[in-house]
């Protein structure tokens, strides 16, 4: 073989190495890719304003959770780049204890805050590792804009194109029904938005009975013309034609919304159209980095930013969470999870599926260190990279403003969407104050109320944790802040039913241990319009014959609006 036919066929092989990476080209020309496009449509789910308009308000609605209080778009919020903006890496409202069930270790992931554990009758069940506080996901949720070009979605791709009847098992979807598949799967989870054992029933049945976006403070005009007073069997009827709320027709009618949700109006889209001064050029150096050194574009690939494959990088130790294996129980899957599209990653921190890392930057160093932890199933591609202060800086003016859709930032266009009630004023939640009184066991009793307490709530739920196990307990509620015209200080309560108390009694507080005592109240609110607006406040004592002086322990109090 000759040197010059050596050289030739090497260089061929070359060629052909590079041509078989997803790699983006580096400017506009031949292989740059195109402007985003609308995603796939399965012909089982058409394309109509009815089924997008009913799954943008089933998509914003807390009412769909069991406790009213998590809607889809809690988690999913457009002006944080899709994801959750409640997830911190600070404090517990977003920590969860990883596999060793102990907080503050090196294995906490930092998740999405779903709903307070309970019962199949909606009371309060006592948590292992959350008590009686709000449960938080061990995952970080995914963005949603980009969900609809998936083939398997959620981190370990557990839901498929496959989309099978809850009901019936039937296959309504063989193929491209991964949204379908997913958007199911929260309303039922006891974690993210349903409790235990809860059905499609005690979905259809709170659907029936609810006011399309009842608990919404602020709706964007076209949603509010486009409900114009009609209940959900209503709005059911004009989508699929009759008033039955099924939970095929109810993931048909998210995922619709979801199509419409695709980001192709970012700066990078603008330059795989042809105008290369669309990006400036630190962002052109950074893509030079991005395609080339940073070796991003390998799984981050195409105009979709993403192979949709399944990789291990070194996050966390494989064990820690053993993410696609659990699907496949395929040994090469341990600890594997989804590439993410990197379309509007700059809101979206913090980042991993642990939420692990708090900015792009600290992203960017993970992959130029090679990543933390190695196990052999681990990307080959994982490696460290050297690149430069300049290098990483130009990497990270890339990821910012070329691949943000500013209709995301500004929730404009399709991003428009109503606010939450756990985004509104305070005034609209119930709010504690005051501190308790330690019960015998030294326990200091604590009030558990997140649930909204507006005019027409058939069950407002209120508990106690962190008292004495199997003393009776009650909570007084009054609309007199002062408790009867004594003030809760914390020490002494003057129970004076002439003064317009109510008191909601529990017999037996559950629990065995010390401290564990807890229980639930709930009440319907009357629909009654002169109420709107009217506080009222409540505190639970527990009749636990504590020290002499003290006639009982107490919890902190609640105020809350009737609205």
């Given at each position: 073989?000759?040197?010059?036919?050596?050289?030739?066929?090497?260089?061929?092989?070359?060629?052909?190495?590079?041509?078989?990476?997803?790699?983006?080209?580096?400017?506009?020309?031949?292989?740059?890719?195109?402007?985003?496009?609308?995603?796939?449509?399965?012909?089982?789910?058409?394309?109509?304003?009815?089924?997008?308009?009913?799954?943008?308000?089933?998509?914003?609605?807390?009412?769909?959770?069991?406790?009213?209080?998590?809607?889809?778009?809690?988690?999913?919020?457009?002006?944080?780049?899709?994801?959750?903006?409640?997830?911190?890496?600070?404090?517990?409202?977003?920590?969860?204890?990883?596999?060793?069930?102990?907080?503050?270790?090196?294995?906490?992931?930092?998740?999405?805050?779903?709903?307070?554990?309970?019962?199949?009758?909606?009371?309060?069940?006592?948590?292992?590792?959350?008590?009686?506080?709000?449960?938080?996901?061990?995952?970080?949720?995914?963005?949603?804009?980009?969900?609809?070009?998936?083939?398997?979605?959620?981190?370990?791709?557990?839901?498929?194109?496959?989309?099978?009847?809850?009901?019936?098992?039937?296959?309504?979807?063989?193929?491209?029904?991964?949204?379908?598949?997913?958007?199911?799967?929260?309303?039922?989870?006891?974690?993210?938005m349903g409790h235990e054992g809860r059905t499609w029933a005690d979905v259809t049945s709170r659907l029936t009975t609810s006011t399309p976006l009842r608990l919404s403070p602020q709706i964007p005009a076209s949603i509010s013309n486009y409900i114009n007073g009609r209940s959900y069997p209503q709005l059911f009827t004009e989508a699929f034609g009759s008033p039955d709320i099924t939970p095929v027709r109810i993931a048909f009618a998210l995922a619709t919304y979801q199509r419409s949700l695709w980001t192709g109006q970012a700066p990078i889209d603008a330059f795989f159209g042809g105008q290369p001064g669309a990006l400036t050029a630190q962002e052109l150096a950074g893509q030079n980095v991005f395609t080339g050194p940073g070796r991003c574009a390998i799984c981050h690939a195409g105009n979709q930013f993403t192979n949709n494959t399944f990789r291990y990088i070194g996050v966390r130790p494989q064990n820690d969470d053993l993410g696609r294996f659990l699907v496949t129980n395929n040994p090469a899957d341990r600890g594997s999870m989804k590439v993410p599209s990197l379309r509007n990653v700059e809101q979206r921190g913090p980042y991993f599926h642990n939420g692990g890392k708090a900015t792009l930057e600290d992203v960017i160093n993970f992959y130029n260190a090679g990543g933390d932890f190695n196990a052999p199933n681990k990307d080959p591609n994982i490696i460290p990279l050297g690149l430069s202060v300049q290098q990483r800086a130009d990497l990270a003016a890339f990821l910012r403003r070329p691949l943000t859709d500013p209709r995301m930032v500004n929730g404009s266009g399709p991003f428009e969407r109503p606010l939450l009630n756990s985004e509104a004023n305070p005034g609209r939640l119930p709010v504690a104050f005051g501190t308790g009184t330690l019960s015998s066991q030294g326990f200091l009793p604590l009030i558990q109320a997140t649930q909204p307490a507006f005019v027409g709530n058939d069950r407002f739920a209120v508990g106690i944790d962190r008292a004495t196990p199997g003393k009776t307990a009650g909570l007084l509620i009054s609309e007199n802040p002062n408790f009867g015209g004594v003030p809760f200080n914390g020490t002494t309560i003057f129970l004076d039913l002439t003064q317009g108390f109510q008191l909601k009694r529990i017999p037996a507080l559950s629990g065995v241990n010390p401290g564990d005592g807890h229980g639930t109240v709930s009440f319907a609110i009357p629909n009654d319009p002169t109420r709107v607006g009217v506080p009222f406040y409540a505190q639970f004592i527990v009749l636990d014959n504590p020290q002499p002086g003290v006639r009982f322990s107490a919890t902190q109090a609640i105020s809350s609006l009737r609205f």
């Open positions: 073989m000759s040197a010059t036919y050596l050289r030739s066929l090497l260089g061929s092989l070359s060629a052909f190495a590079l041509a078989s990476l997803p790699v983006l080209a580096q400017g506009p020309g031949p292989g740059t890719p195109p402007p985003l496009q609308p995603p796939p449509v399965p012909p089982q789910n058409q394309l109509t304003a009815a089924k997008t308009n009913l799954g943008r308000v089933l998509f914003w609605d807390e009412q769909l959770s069991s406790s009213k209080t998590i809607a889809c778009g809690t988690c999913h919020v457009p002006t944080e780049g899709g994801s959750d903006p409640r997830t911190s890496l600070t404090g517990m409202s977003t920590r969860h204890p990883g596999p060793d069930n102990l907080f503050n270790t090196p294995d906490d992931s930092f998740g999405s805050p779903g709903v307070a554990h309970m019962a199949v009758n909606l009371d309060f069940v006592l948590d292992p590792r959350f008590r009686l506080g709000t449960q938080v996901t061990n995952r970080k949720a995914q963005p949603m804009h980009m969900a609809a070009y998936s083939p398997n979605l959620f981190w370990d791709g557990r839901a498929s194109g496959n989309f099978v009847d809850p009901l019936t098992n039937n296959v309504i979807i063989p193929g491209g029904g991964a949204l379908e598949s997913q958007s199911l799967g929260p309303i039922l989870s006891s974690v993210e």
